[in-house]
């Protein structure tokens, strides 16, 4: 089953698949074929699987190596999965958790299918192929008399997925067939894992390795099943094939799947413009000033501080879409944190390390530049949670030179913390510890590979049909450049994050956390904050990111803006999306009760926090110099620690 996984798309077996050798998936009628063979064993899967023998201390996905082999061994389904991954050239450098998929599928059957409700669960699934494949015939007889005239082909109102976007799956009978109880089957199989005796983490857990196994057994990925990729290689004479193999091969070496150019982008060469200089530099941080825009600025500066697992320029892309660029362009004095990208050295770099060099530091050297004694700040993602962590020591200190403080999707509270929660149980966080031991530090690609599975039908699978299939080169474009450029993280930083944050929630919990020889109590947080969630959000949901207004003493507006954790922050004046704000003063016991009174607006919210933030940075003056004595620039943005690999 799973030599489905596009594994026979790019290598040279698939020429010899598409001139006609024993391959076991010629056409798109043994596709279906194959998908029907698929349901059948899992219609008998109750009587052909018997209870695993598992350690009684351990759960599935604990399963010893030996354990594991036997279940293998004795379930043909489940050893064919394992052996066809494990031979296919793709596991190097496709992320998906075979075994987490094995265990989901086990999980099924063995809770589900062996009750009452399975005979007629399985009825209803044959009635539904039935029905699906008369309405194929059907749709697909409207069009040929359509063709000639004899009758209107109006489009059929399925669903809509850009997987099968080519006519074919619409017009040609087999495929749209096998696209139709493909879709049948998954959603089948999806329903399947909604297990009511599962407590909500392990539920999410199981509906997100069967979503992966779905995924990675749409027939779009077959070589012999993908019309467009069929076409291709008819008109290239096979060139696309030999490319794609090219391109699995090149990947193979890199140890990755390449999901853009990488030679298409480069910071200070077109991205990461906007003018300015790194002021000041230590061990983990440059700071960026950057050049005033206007003959006037706002009194109070602005920190922005970015998550320390990204490069800092998805704030400063193209000038087009550039946060930083607009916000100079509305009068602020922006100084900015880019990170260095950590290695070995740094292993026992800790949380109380990111605290001095990043905020603290950033803070006095801004206020000697500028000669504000005050400073306003900004955090995104985990950037903020750093920035929390900062305004709850300095609160506890009585240190108030923050004045206002924005948070862009930043968790405070990690009891909802999405899909990434599938991530963190405990033997996935003892393993990323166990790693981190090893190396020193949390490897860039271990942190992608996860965010990139919570949207594999676009980040991952997209690129093997591009990539392999096609033949085509990855595409150039900004935000995957960006995505695919990220950093590693200190073992000792990482290590107290994962434990204080989604482990333990111990930021909500006041006296729980002590830093710097202070107890934090959120509550203690009493800056004006302006807070933004994202309707779309999967890795910080939107009622996630609303909690702020309940955590901090302040006075919080809460901003929900459209889109996703990216595309909802980088979002400027002028293009699409909506935002919602609720009415001043107006605080809500829930955040569906904030969501309706909340009042919708077109367009950027960009406008809105610049508003906000203008009042709360002072009167306008001339702008500081670049650097100053005791700082002088040390060269142009975007510095040198934005470019270490």
């Excluded at 190596?65 to 999965?81: F, G, K, T, V």
Aim: with cysteine; glycine share 8%.
């Amino acid at each position: 089953m799973a030599d489905q996984i596009t594994g026979s798309g790019a290598t040279p077996s698939s020429a010899t698949a598409a001139s006609g050798s024993d391959h076991p998936l010629h056409s798109p009628d043994q596709m279906l074929s194959l998908w029907t063979g698929w349901m059948e064993q899992m219609s008998t899967a109750p009587q052909a699987l018997q209870p695993p023998v598992w350690p009684a201390a351990l759960p599935p996905v604990l399963l010893a190596e030996d354990a594991l082999a036997r279940r293998l061994a004795e379930d043909p389904l489940l050893r064919s999965i394992d052996q066809i991954w494990n031979a296919n050239p793709l596991r190097e450098v496709v992320p998906i958790d075979w075994a987490g998929i094995a265990w989901a599928l086990r999980t099924v059957w063995l809770r589900s299918m062996n009750r009452s409700e399975a005979a007629a669960s399985l009825f209803d699934f044959g009635q539904g192929v039935w029905r699906s494949l008369l309405t194929t015939w059907d749709e697909a007889g409207r069009h040929w008399l359509g063709l000639f005239g004899l009758a209107p082909d109006p489009a059929p109102a399925g669903r809509s997925d850009k997987r099968f976007a080519a006519p074919e799956w619409r017009t040609n009978p087999a495929y749209l067939a096998l696209k139709e109880l493909y879709l049948l089957a998954s959603d089948w199989l999806l329903e399947r894992g909604d297990i009511d005796d599962l407590d909500p983490a392990e539920r999410q857990r199981l509906t997100f390795h069967l979503r992966q196994f779905v995924d990675a057994m749409s027939p779009a990925l077959v070589l012999t099943a993908n019309p467009v990729a069929l076409r291709k290689a008819l008109e290239t004479g096979g060139a696309s094939l030999v490319d794609g193999a090219r391109h699995l091969a090149e990947d193979i070496a890199a140890g990755r799947l390449s999901m853009v150019d990488a030679n298409a982008f480069a910071p200070g060469r077109n991205l990461a413009l906007t003018p300015g200089k790194v002021v000041h530099r230590n061990a983990l941080m440059e700071l960026i000033q950057y050049a005033p825009a206007t003959e006037q600025v706002r009194q109070v500066p602005l920190l922005i501080i970015p998550p320390w697992i990204n490069k800092y320029y998805i704030l400063d892309m193209q000038p087009k879409n550039s946060m930083v660029r607009y916000l100079v362009s509305q009068g602020f004095t922006v100084f900015l944190i880019s990170w260095r990208n950590p290695d070995a050295s740094m292993d026992g770099t800790g949380i109380e390390d990111y605290i001095d060099l990043g905020p603290l530091a950033a803070s006095e050297v801004i206020r000697e530049i500028t000669g504000s004694e005050m400073v306003n700040a900004m955090g995104y993602c985990i950037g903020g949670v750093l920035l929390t962590l900062t305004l709850a020591v300095l609160a506890a200190k009585g240190d108030a030179r923050f004045r206002a403080a924005s948070f862009m999707v930043s968790p405070q509270d990690f009891s909802r913390i999405g899909d990434t929660a599938v991530f963190m149980d405990e033997p996935t966080l003892d393993l990323v510890e166990q790693q981190m031991m090893e190396r020193g530090y949390l490897d860039s690609r271990a942190m992608s590979n996860m965010f990139n599975l919570l949207r594999s039908n676009d980040l991952i699978w997209s690129n093997v049909v591009n990539n392999y299939l096609l033949g085509n080169r990855p595409p150039a474009f900004d935000l995957l450049y960006w995505n695919s450029d990220s950093t590693r993280m200190t073992r000792a930083a990482h290590s107290w994050y994962l434990r204080n944050t989604y482990v333990e929630n111990n930021l909500i919990v006041p006296g729980k956390v002590s830093l710097k020889g202070v107890s934090i109590d959120l509550g203690r947080i009493r800056q004006d904050t302006y807070a933004v969630g994202c309707e779309k959000d999967h890795i910080v949901p939107w009622d996630s990111a609303w909690r702020i207004s309940q955590l901090f003493g302040g006075a919080v507006r809460y901003v929900l803006a459209s889109s996703g954790h990216v595309a909802g922050i980088i979002n400027p004046p002028g293009g699409k999306g909506e935002y919602r704000t609720a009415p001043e003063g107006s605080p809500s016991a829930t955040p569906q009760d904030w969501l309706k009174g909340a009042e919708r607006h077109s367009g950027s919210w960009w406008p809105d926090w610049s508003a906000w933030l203008a009042a709360r940075s002072g009167p306008l003056t001339a702008p500081p110099s670049l650097g100053s004595t005791r700082h002088p620039p040390l060269e142009d943005a975007p510095g040198s620690y934005v470019l270490q690999t």
